[in-house]
Nanobody
Framework: QVQLVESGGGLVQAGDSLRLSCAAS????????MGWFRQAPGKEREFVAA????????RYTDSVKGRFSISRDNVRNTVYLQMNSLKPEDTAVYYC??????????????????WGQGTQVTVSS
């Protein structure tokens, strides 16, 4: 069992940057592929980015490529999402999630085994 806690969300203006953190406890994160998802009001939760455990291979949804960067620190048991050039359409609750298959990058919500509670990101125009 792993517990995930997100932090770093807030209210920013378009063009600003934020760095989200996801701290894990209970088990070491190097056993999991880690992902970030987001859910905007009235919309379904969607994949944003993911990173494998050992090779640090990454994958992004098209709308954030070139602006967001996912990274992980397996010593600190923490995953990060650096978000630059934020846009109003990035407004959402952001969730981190852990996939027990640490070698594969997957985008489906059902593929992930553990979820955090989420952190709100609001981008004003």
């Amino acid at each position: 069992q792993v517990q995930l806690v997100e932090s770093g969300g807030g209210l920013v203006q378009a063009g600003d940057s934020l760095r989200l953190s996801c701290a894990a406890s209970g088990r070491t994160l190097n056993s999991y592929t880690m992902g970030w998802f987001r859910q905007a009001p009235g919309k379904e939760r969607e994949f944003v980015a993911a990173i494998t455990a050992s090779t640090m291979t990454t994958r992004y949804t098209d709308s954030v490529k070139g602006r967001f960067s996912i990274s992980r620190d397996n010593v600190r048991n923490t995953v990060y999402l650096q978000m630059n050039s934020l846009k109003p359409e990035d407004t959402a609750v952001y969730y981190c999630a852990a996939d027990a298959d640490k070698f594969i990058l997957r985008v489906g919500l059902n593929e992930y085994d553990y979820w955090g509670q989420g952190t709100q990101v609001t981008v004003s125009s």
